[in-house]
């Protein structure tokens, strides 16, 4: 199968034939008398997934540049997770770090520290410093939101403080 569906970059194979070997194959699969469980178990599942994608599975082979996978794509998507896990070492925090932090962590990143250095140092101090305040304005919008029950308890307890030590105002 890998065969099948492995790019030539000498010539261009059209959809329709590379659909044709894969039928092939997989008709030749479900024919085999006498196989083992596993063999049983794998043609039943090549049969059901080459099915289920078989309208856009050749798509790529008949457009010029099209990749074959998007995994790429995905990696894309995944690199901000995998980079705070990393740094935060939490797991369930990669949505709620990009809304709180910004969506800095999605640029990439110059690869070693030395270069990071050396784009910083190209900052200059004003600008850093009106960041940190724009940065810290964000932040300031999430001061209120916690996790916990017991934070969220502790949260309420001091807004009912507050809230009673205020003066009374003439509407009550």
């Known amino acids: 199968m890998a065969y099948i569906f492995e790019p ?3 010539r261009v ?3 329709a034939h590379g659909a044709g070997q894969l039928r092939t194959y997989r008709d030749t699969v479900l024919r ?6 596993t063999l049983q178990s794998f043609r039943l599942h090549l049969d059901q997934v080459s099915r289920s994608y078989w309208p856009g599975l050749f798509r790529c ?3 010029p540049g099209l990749p074959r996978t998007n995994n790429e794509r995905e990696s894309r998507v995944r690199e901000p997770r995998r980079r705070l896990l990393r740094t935060t070492g939490h797991q369930g925090l990669t949505q709620r770090t990009l809304h709180r932090q910004g969506a800095w ?5 110059p690869p070693t520290e030395a270069q990071v250095l050396g784009a910083l140092c190209q900052t200059s101090p004003e600008d850093l410093a009106q960041e940190r305040q724009r940065f810290a304005v964000h932040r300031q919008r999430f001061r ?4 916990s029950r017991k934070q969220t308890r502790a ?4 807004l009912r403080q507050k809230w009673s030590s205020l003066q009374p105002t003439g509407t009550g």
Do not use: N, S
């Open 8 to 10: 030539v970059a000498t």
């Open 32 to 37: 085999l008398p006498d196989v083992t469980p």
């Open 61 to 63: 082979y008949d457009m």
């Open 155 to 158: 949260q309420c307890e001091q």
């Open 105 to 109: 962590e999605l640029l990439p990143r």
């Open 144 to 147: 209120l939101q916690r996790r």
């Open 13 to 15: 194979i059209p959809g």
